[in-house]
């Protein structure tokens, strides 16, 4: 299956931020568990790259995707680690040209219209809403949809996306799925609050 339809299919991708590989593998297994079986692993800490490896062979079920990817070393190393998917926090074209080279799916973030059609012009399908709700939130995005729904485009928001506010995203039908840190090392029934407001919105 296509990764946006994998992503459509789970609709809340935790943000993680892992201190070591225990942690991590840890962290999945209660997200497979409970009904969540999708991740972003930031490469803001050094474990990132052993967990995603890891992971990918103990769940390799779970759509295990690399975050905060900030350049091209670290855009190689998520890739031969295992992860499914790539994003960043913002449009780096040396980044997305690297991974579209490599066949790597990759979600830059985008919060413009200019970002948007760079961004497309490489080939994405997907793009990552950054940061969400500073930018303007769920008006923000639907302004910035409009001139492309003719495209096919899908959107992943993550920036301020929250429990209060996760419906409201997951509304918009370009909305693949969302992102958020609120999931990040949550306790079991945060996990299971967020598996079910997915629920509710995943594709049938
Ligand atoms: C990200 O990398 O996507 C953000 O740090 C997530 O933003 P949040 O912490 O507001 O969920």
């Avoid at 892992?18 to 942690?23: A, G, H, P, Q, S």
């Avoid at 052993?50 to 779970?62: G, K, L, N």
């Avoid at 899908?154 to 958020?180: C, D, Q, R, W």
Wanted: hydrophobic share 45%; proline share 6%; glycine share 8%.
């Amino acid at each position: 299956m296509p990764l946006i339809e994998k992503l459509e299919q789970i609709k809340i991708v935790p943000v993680l931020v892992l201190n070591n590989l225990d942690e991590g593998i840890e962290m999945c297994r209660s997200l497979c568990e409970n009904g969540l079986g999708a991740a972003e692993i930031t490469f803001r800490t050094q474990a990132a790259e052993s967990v995603i490896r890891e992971v990918s062979r103990q769940f390799p079920e779970m759509v295990v995707g690399a975050g905060t990817i900030l350049n091209v070393a670290d855009l190689h190393r998520a890739f031969d680690a295992g992860a499914k998917f790539a994003v960043s926090p913002g449009f780096n074209p040396k980044v997305v040209a690297e991974a579209v080279k490599c066949g790597f799916e990759f979600a830059p973030g985008v919060c413009t219209p200019s970002e948007c059609e760079q961004a497309m012009e490489f080939g994405c399908k997907l793009l990552k809403f950054f940061p969400a709700e500073a930018s303007g939130g769920t008006a923000m995005l639907k302004s910035l949809i409009a001139p492309y729904r003719h495209l096919g485009i899908k959107f992943m928001p993550t920036g301020g996306v929250k429990p209060n506010n996760v419906e409201s995203y997951l509304e918009i039908p370009e909305v693949a799925a969302v992102g958020g840190t609120w999931l990040n090392k949550c306790p079991v029934e945060t996990i299971k609050e967020a598996a079910a407001i997915a629920a509710k919105y995943i594709r049938k």
